[in-house]
């Protein structure tokens, strides 16, 4: 097992469900774990292999006010001054404040990255919009070669995937999504 | 700073509690004059969605009323509609004792997780002098540790039972569609013995923090289960139902619950108020239940409710912590023990077919009494709803408390008065989604 990718989100509130999509679309790539965060996101610091993975992975949905599908990605030891810790706290503790506590605690490694997918739709019971459909297909490839570089692994295949998972409209569009390394 | 007679005070947002409101205080020569906790997030119009909705469908609906105790949700909205279907009556089916068991094991999950991420996340940092449980961290690694491990326990006992963590999706009127099996439920057992004795530390830990000196002395409410309906070996001490108790006399079948308690409208706030008939305030949550359920905890955990001296009614609220603590410990040992005496109820549910009339239903949700009545007619629709959370029923109690306790401190600048309301209101470990909502401060002082 070369990398563990955590996706975190609702899979059934719109563009919230990005994380577990992704998750899924990369289950069976080899060289990676990948684990569904659909509640409690301070689960990810109880699971076993956050601190012995060779590489992790924390994907997500975000709202900074960029497009929808737009991807961020964030690591390294700056990488809780990009996700402010919520102050008010109430009925679980967030991804955010979950990896402000992770540095803490001293346990924010170098080989964590946070990739983060903007939304704009989080209503119950719908889909993801089509360019967070197609985001999550470029990250779930980009991830799949990450882990095992010489596998065959075309964003259009993912896309097809996490069509036949969830999402009943194919996901063709690659002109809205931008990548942002930060 | 002011330290004038007259003065105002404002804080925005009050943290770790759940939800969001308002507190105003005015204080007028010296002297405290109102304290008035404002709910105002809308109301969520629960109760009047139910109504015309089919007799099945409240533990699925009002479990979404609150994200960290939606098994309270589901279980009082049960206890009330089989009331009304005639459960366990000579005339209506029998529920079998493994799904009654199956029902408070799932509920030991519950508590599990709230009073933890309460005691350790939410209200230590205020014994400790942090301001919140990531500045804690960083000095008390282990004790976050703990607490992340232990919150887990919890939450995967209410994944393998419910199906998931928060809003369980496993639990129906009549029993579960799907009981674990016996291997699934013992793999736990490990981590939930190392969770028990974790806890029994935490316990000793919090009894040694320093306690601001407040004294309360409000009516105590909780539920208190029939001894004669107890399996053997079990203790008792209240989760999934039992019998309307309070330190004022009350003892009653939980559908007297209108004759002695009620609720009303207060201009400042979108939740209701509970108040006792009388009129009284009423404090429900672990002091009222400790108080009025000593006797049923276990012969252990009455010693350490003696040591960490808990025996006597706990009436300085800021000590809450110790009894959540305790009775984090009881849940523990009561999912060690029902998962001993497992026995998969097959069918997992039974059949309860719709019976026009009017039920009532009661569990101890982490927070105290969750109640809930309903009217159905006879094809099972749903004709009335009504619901009452315990944070409704602790409001004009906690605002009681206030009151006092800001008198105690108005030798405090505003900054300090306001830490040390913002800590008053956490020892109630309010749920304000439930009740609606909560925490901004206005004080005023002319």
Partial sequence: MTMLVLGVGHPDRGDDAAGPLVAAAVAEVPGITSRTVTADPSAILTEPLWDTAPRVRLVDTVRTGARPGTVHRWSGARLVEHVPATGGGTHDLGVATALHLAAALGRLHDTLEVIGIEGSVFEIGHPPCRPVRHAVAMVAAALAREADPGTEVDALQVAVQVRDLEVAVPATEDRDVRVDQR | MSHSHDRTISVEALARVEGEGAMHVEVADGHVERVELRIYEPPRFFEAMLRGRDYTEPPDITARICGICPVAYQLSAINALESVCGVDTPDGPAMPDGIRQLRRLLYCGEWIESHVLHVFLLHAPDFLGYQGAIE?????????????????????????????????????????????TPAGLEALIP??????????????????????????????????????????????????GGRLVSTTGIDAPITAWPDHLHEEQVPHSTALHGRMRSGETYLVGPAARLALNLDRLPDDLAALAEEVGCTAPVTNPFRSIIVRALETVYAFDEALRLIAAYDRPEPAAIAVPPVAGVGHGATEAPRGILYHRYGLAEDGTITDATIVPPTSQNQPAIEEDLEGFVQQHLHLDDDDLQWQCEQAIRNYDPCISCSTHFLDLTVTRR
């Fill in chain 2, 136 to 180: 804690m961290a960083a000095d008390h690694r282990e004790l976050v540790e703990m607490a992340l491990r232990l919150r887990k326990a919890g939450n995967t006992l209410l994944e393998v039972i419910g199906g998931r963590a928060i809003h369980p999706i496993n639990v129906r009127l009549g029993g579960f569609h799907r009981a674990p």
């Fill in chain 2, 191 to 240: 981590e939930l013995q190392w969770g028990r004795e974790a806890a029994v530390e935490t316990t000793r830990l919090v009894a040694g923090f320093t306690f601001p000196e407040l004294t309360q002395d409000h009516a105590f409410v909780a539920l208190r289960p029939d001894i004669d309906t107890l399996p053997p070996g079990a203790t008792g001490y209240p989760l999934e």
